[in-house]
């Protein structure tokens, strides 16, 4: 039992790190204009409300995924309309 709350943490972990990478991102691209440095497009205002509403976007949807994942064991993992 130890093994699988300890996959559980990992997988937790893990899902978290990525999703906030994801922030991290958005933020990095709103912050450097990423585009424009890496493949030469046209520059582009930094726009901190677009930001925002993605990473509130992004935080919604991780929230789902982990907390499905986090659903503990005696819960049915089926879907019911």
């Known amino acids: 039992m130890q093994n699988h709350r300890d996959l559980s943490r990992r997988m937790l972990t893990l899902e978290a790190a990525g999703f906030l990478a994801i922030v991290a991102i958005i933020w990095l691209d709103e912050s450097f204009d990423l ?32 907390a499905i994942t ?12």
Do not use: D, K
């Open 35 to 66: 585009p424009r440095l890496l493949f030469g497009a046209a520059p582009t205002p930094l726009r901190p409300i677009e930001g925002l509403l993605e990473s509130f976007l992004t935080l919604a949807v991780a929230a789902v995924i982990v």
């Open 70 to 81: 986090y659903r503990p064991s005696g819960v049915s993992n089926t879907w019911s309309l």
